[in-house]
């Protein structure tokens, strides 16, 4: 299992920006994939992710309606386009998978836990000016 994310750079506020993660090793149905990231001096939080069960689709809070993952069958890659970047999105953004499918789980309080991570691949760095 591989993943190589890209696209990172350095932007201004407000403008966008597209990250690509290659993969391989794996099929789309295999796995609920997508995007997490790690801002400097924080832990690590689920971004985005894709649910390979429904295809439904998760976005963490802050960053709804600016970030719209997808992902391409034929080319093994799956995308996160970023729109009205904000100071606060400067992270290292890493694409990451759900080997043990625990996504989309529901405890017995009912929290619903969606991305739920195990594999990550190197990150790809971006840096939002204000």
């Known amino acids: 299992v591989q993943l190589q994310a890209s696209g990172g750079g350095f932007v201004q506020t407000g403008d966008s920006l597209t990250l690509s993660c290659q993969f391989s090793g794996f099929a789309l149905d295999d796995y609920a994939i997508g995007w997490s990231r790690q801002a400097p001096g924080k832990g690590r939080e689920a971004v985005s992710c894709?649910?390979?069960?429904?295809?439904?689709?998760h976005y963490e809070e802050s960053v709804k309606g600016r970030f719209t993952i997808s992902r391409d069958k034929l080319k093994n890659t799956v995308y996160l386009q970023m729109t009205n970047l904000q100071p606060d999105d400067t992270a290292v953004y890493y694409c990451a998978i759900d080997l043990d499918n625990e996504s989309w789980y529901r405890a017995p309080s009912g929290d619903i836990y969606h991305c739920v991570y195990d594999h990550w691949g190197q990150g790809t760095l971006v840096t939002v000016s204000s």
């Open positions: 894709i649910s390979n069960h429904d295809n439904s689709i």
